[in-house]
Structures are given as structure tokens and as C-alpha cells.
């Protein structure tokens, strides 16, 4: 074992020892080749250092020209009805937001909701299954909080009255989701139609530069469909902003009406086969 450490050992000196020697033939070759290519070096240094400023700049410069631009198309479109479309936009996108947030929170896991209630009804814990309709939040828990009361009453448990109320609530329920929606549709239609006034008002301005002028020329119809064609421009771009949300909006909507109406089924079901009803 001694020996083969000490071969160990020397084989490891030796290998030091040529590794040094040729990184030391390497330094010397490479303080020529240094002194060498020291002009090349020092001109590709400085063109970095001047070159890495513009690149870093190149993007900021963008975003000012792309923001300045749209100030000035802004207030090249008569600000006065770009600021009634801008604020069409602004209430419009409040209200979609509104209703997303709201149809993202009434959205629940039906099926396992649901079977969490009969699990609990066909115990006879009718109580409990109340209790957890009131925790959850969205249409098919008031849904089932209704149907579960009525089950769990005296005098409303036989099954026309349970059905007539879930009818009733899956109603009520249904017009909360549509809430607002009409105030959407509202700035929708408003936004094209202030830009086409704006289109209007800047054709009139165009005719008025005429008569001014005496004569038509491009310099004096510029103006006035210049102000025409931006504020049409904006009101669509708007329309077609809103009317995007407003898809997604109506889509979420029938996603939880057909969530109730399967909540309503099953609760039917879930009714009929507990003891409490009247049958």
C-alpha cells in the first residue's frame, strides 16, 4: 500500500512538473501574442464601450417616440372628443373588470359540490349541507342554500315548492350575472359613434378652411380630415377593445347559467330521495 502511494506520488510530481513547464511556455507565448495584438485590442474596447450606450438607449428612445406620437395624434384628433372616447374606454374597461372579477369568483366545482351535498342530505344532515351553501360563495351555492331551507322546513318540503324555488332563485341568480353588462354594451356603441361625430364635426371644419380659403387645395382640406380620420380611428379601436371583454364576459355567463341548471337537476334528485321531503 506504502508503494503504490509513493507511485501515486510521483507520478503526480511529474505530471506538476510538465504542466508547469508548459503553462510557462504558455505565458511566454502569450506576452508576445499580447504585445502583439495590444493596438487590435484597445480599438475593439473603445468601439464596445461606445456602442453598448446606443443599444441601451435604442429601446428607451423608442417607447418616448412611440408616447410622444400618440400624444400628438391625441391632440391632432381635437382633444375635446378623443377625451369622450378616452373616458368611454375607461368606464368601459371598469364595468368588464367588474364582472370578471365577480364571474371568476362565483365560479365553482359543481359536480363536487354538489356530491358533497348528497352525501350530506343522504346522511340526514340537511342543517350541515346549509351551512356549507352559506360558506361557498356563487349562483350554485344560493341555489342550493334555497333548496336546502325548503327541505329543511315544515311546511314548504314537498317537491313542487322546492322546485318553484330553485326555478325562482335560479332567476335571480341569472340577472346578477347579467348586472352591468348593459352599461358595457352602452360605451360599446357610444365610442364609434362620438368618432363619427368627430368625423363629422372634421369634415365641417374642412368645408369652413374652404370657404375661409377661397380655393381647394390639399393644405386646406388636410386639417379637417386629419381631425376626421383619428378620432374614427379611435372610437373603433375602443368598440373593439370593449367588445372583446364583453365576449369573454357573456361567455363566462353561460358557462354558470349551465352550471345552475346542472346544480338544479341534481338538487331535484338529492330532494326526492331524502326522507324530509314530502313526496
Known amino acids: 500500500m506504502k508503494k503504490f502511494f509513493a507511485i501515486v506520488a510521483m507520478v503526480a510530481a511529474c505530471s506538476f512538473a510538465s504542466t508547469s513547464s ?12 499580447a504585445v502583439v495584438d495590444s493596438a487590435a485590442t484597445d480599438n ?84 350541515q349541507a346549509i351551512a356549507k351553501a352559506k360558506a361557498t360563495r356563487g349562483p350554485v351555492a344560493q341555489i342550493s342554500r334555497k333548496a336546502m331551507e325548503c327541505l329543511n322546513s315544515n311546511d314548504q318540503n314537498d317537491m313542487a315548492t322546492i322546485e318553484r324555488t330553485i326555478n325562482m332563485e ?4 341569472g340577472s346578477y350575472l347579467e348586472e352591468n353588462c348593459s352599461w358595457i354594451t352602452l360605451f360599446i356603441a357610444m365610442a364609434p359613434s ?8 372634421g369634415m365641417v371644419l ?17 386639417g379637417g380630415m386629419k381631425v376626421a380620420l ?6 373603433i379601436v375602443v368598440a373593439l377593445i370593449l367588445q372583446v371583454f364583453y365576449n369573454f364576459i357573456l361567455a363566462r355567463v353561460e358557462a354558470l347559467t349551465g352550471n345552475m341548471e346542472e346544480a ?3 338538487l331535484l334528485v338529492m330532494c326526492v330521495r331524502s326522507e324530509k321531503s314530502k313526496k
Not at 508548459?22 to 501574442?33: F, G, H, L, R
Not at 383619428?230 to 372610437?235: A, D, E, P
Open 194 to 201: 362620438l368618432g363619427f361625430l368627430g368625423t363629422v364635426i
Open 230 to 235: 383619428i378620432t374614427t380611428i379611435f372610437g
Open 170 to 173: 335560479a332567476e335571480v341568480q
Open 44 to 127: 475593439v474596447a473603445e468601439e464596445a464601450v461606445e456602442a453598448t450606450p446606443v443599444e441601451t438607449a435604442a429601446p428607451v428612445e423608442e417607447e418616448e417616440n412611440l408616447h410622444k406620437a400618440l400624444k400628438v395624434k391625441f391632440i391632432e384628433g381635437d382633444a375635446g372628443f378623443m377625451s369622450l372616447v378616452a373616458i368611454a374606454l375607461v368606464l368601459g374597461l371598469a364595468f368588464c373588470i367588474e364582472r370578471v372579477v365577480y364571474l371568476s369568483l362565483a365560479q365553482v366545482n359543481t359536480r363536487k359540490f354538489c356530491a358533497d351535498l348528497a352525501a350530506l342530505v343522504a346522511a340526514g344532515k340537511v342543517d
Open 22 to 33: 508548459v503553462m510557462a511556455q504558455e505565458e511566454v507565448a502569450a506576452v508576445d501574442s
Open 206 to 222: 374642412a368645408f369652413d378652411n374652404i370657404q375661409k380659403a377661397g380655393d381647394i387645395s390639399p393644405t386646406v382640406v388636410a
Open 264 to 266: 338544479a337537476q341534481e
